[in-house]
């Protein structure tokens, strides 16, 4: 996990955010992948393109009514 997406599972955590959106990611390819620790877990599904640019991604935490749906 790199520094900003451990800061951003920080803040989520600390704000008490179950779902959020992020744009420009550089991930390439798609995904999934739990993010973070202990009570703040978010469950990160992502969609790049092949240059590593313009990505979309939806962080979901995992543990409550979300993380039952899921």
Not at 6 to 20: G, N, P, Q, S
Not at 43 to 68: E, H, R, S, Y
């Amino acid at each position: 996990m790199s520094c900003m997406s451990a800061e951003l599972v920080e803040t989520m955590h600390w704000r008490k955010i179950d779902v959020c959106c992020v744009q420009e990611t550089r991930w390439t390819g798609s995904g999934a992948r739990v993010m973070g620790k202990g009570m703040s877990r978010y469950k990160f599904f992502w969609q790049g393109c092949k240059d590593g640019n313009a990505g979309v991604g939806l962080l979901f935490q995992t543990g409550g009514l979300i993380g039952l749906l899921m």
